[in-house]
């Protein structure tokens, strides 16, 4: 009971603003689709940074962020047909064994430039190319990252994946020639956390939503050997040096989208399990968005939010021209 009082009052505050976002978008978007995701970012960033979130709420909001999402993107599994998506598999494979690397000496490198501690720089990179905040948070105790850093690095990670959010959409409403599987695979790619991926992806429509959700969940699954890396790198003579654990929710996601594929279960339960999938990353999409504190980056990390920012332009730019090269239909 204990439990669900301390959860139930911000997981309801979440609830209203998804709710109102939902409205905001049908009452607006006859002139204009910003899509209820991008709404409930901006309403979330704007609430925190203005009037800030009370106490009580906390724990919901970050209940929100962390469980809802899961599971919400373990349903979206039961949106996607497998079969049709592994057809892309080696060349999005590919994309995501260069770009994972790629980010992380990228990040450290440019770190040092601007006299970055390697370990802060280290964590910007893992949250840039791999899955966001939760990477950070999962890989701080790996490389035995002080708190400071982990809580500048998710700070930054959690702004720039905002921000990407909002310039991705606003990239899919203005009619580039990208195609659905293009535009699904630069933001599944390149979009810092699995939130901010999914919010983008799903702009252009549910096909580039599902791309972009099956490459990001392929750069999820880089989580381990990553830790293996850095573990190594930073901590030769520390045995005791703790590994992240295998993101059990990607293989649930992927389970689902085996089942949807087989047509296993009869398709109006699928279609309630998605429609439950979209109200419960919409609500995640709301608690990242009051999870960013703009007070914390410039207070404690305006080097290395530099460091962020070079890196994500250089990335995303970069990947777009590779995937408008490679991905052609």
Same mark, same amino acid.
């Given at each position: 009971m204990d439990y669900l009082k301390e959860y139930s009052s /911000?997981?309801?505050?979440? #609830?209203? @603003?998804s709710v109102v976002s939902i409205f905001i978008n049908d009452l607006f978007k006859n002139y204009i689709n910003l899509e209820a995701l991008t709404i409930a970012i901006i309403i979330g960033i704007i609430y925190n940074n203005t009037l800030g979130i009370?106490?009580?709420? *906390?724990? /919901? =909001?970050?209940? $929100? &962020?962390?469980?809802l999402l899961k599971i919400g993107i373990v349903l979206l599994g039961f949106k996607l047909n497998i079969k049709a998506i592994l057809e892309l598999g080696p060349k999005i494979l590919t994309l995501v064994l260069i770009y =994972?690397? =790629?980010? !992380?000496? !990228? $990040? +450290? #490198? @440019? /770190?040092? +430039?601007? *006299? =970055?501690?390697?370990?802060l720089s280290a964590l910007v990179g893992v949250g840039s190319c791999i899955c966001g905040a939760s990477a950070i948070v999962a890989l701080t105790p790996s490389i035995n990252a002080d708190e400071d850093d982990s809580v500048i690095a998710v700070s930054i990670v959690s702004f720039l994946g905002a921000a990407g959010v909002l310039i991705y959409s606003a990239v899919a409403a203005s009619g580039l020639n &990208?195609?659905?599987?293009?535009?699904g695979t630069w933001s599944g790619l390149t979009l810092h956390g699995v939130a901010h991926a999914l919010a983008a992806a799903f702009a252009l429509g549910d096909v580039s939503g599902e791309i972009g959700t099956f490459v990001k969940m392929t750069r999820v699954l880089m989580l381990v050997p990553v830790s293996l890396a850095l573990s190594f790198m930073f901590n030769r003579e520390n045995k005791n040096n703790q590994k992240a654990k295998f993101p059990m929710y990607v293989l649930y996601f992927i389970l689902a989208g085996i089942i949807n594929s087989l047509r296993i279960i009869p398709t109006p339960i %699928? *279609? +309630? !399990? %998605?429609?439950? $999938?979209s109200l419960l990353i919409l609500m995640a999409m709301t608690a990242m968005g009051l999870s960013v504190n703009f007070r914390s980056i410039v207070n404690k990390g305006i080097k290395a939010l530099i460091v962020g920012t070079l890196l994500f332009i250089i990335l995303s730019s970069a990947s777009l021209f590779?995937?408008?090269?490679? !991905?052609i239909e």
């Open positions: /911000g997981t309801i505050f979440v #609830l209203i @603003i009370h106490d009580s709420f *906390k724990p /919901g =909001v970050k209940f $929100s &962020l962390k469980k =994972v690397p =790629v980010t !992380l000496i !990228l $990040s +450290i #490198l @440019i /770190g040092k +430039i601007f *006299k =970055v501690n390697n370990k &990208l195609t659905e599987i293009q535009y %699928t *279609k +309630i !399990l %998605t429609k439950i $999938s590779s995937i408008i090269n490679i !991905l």
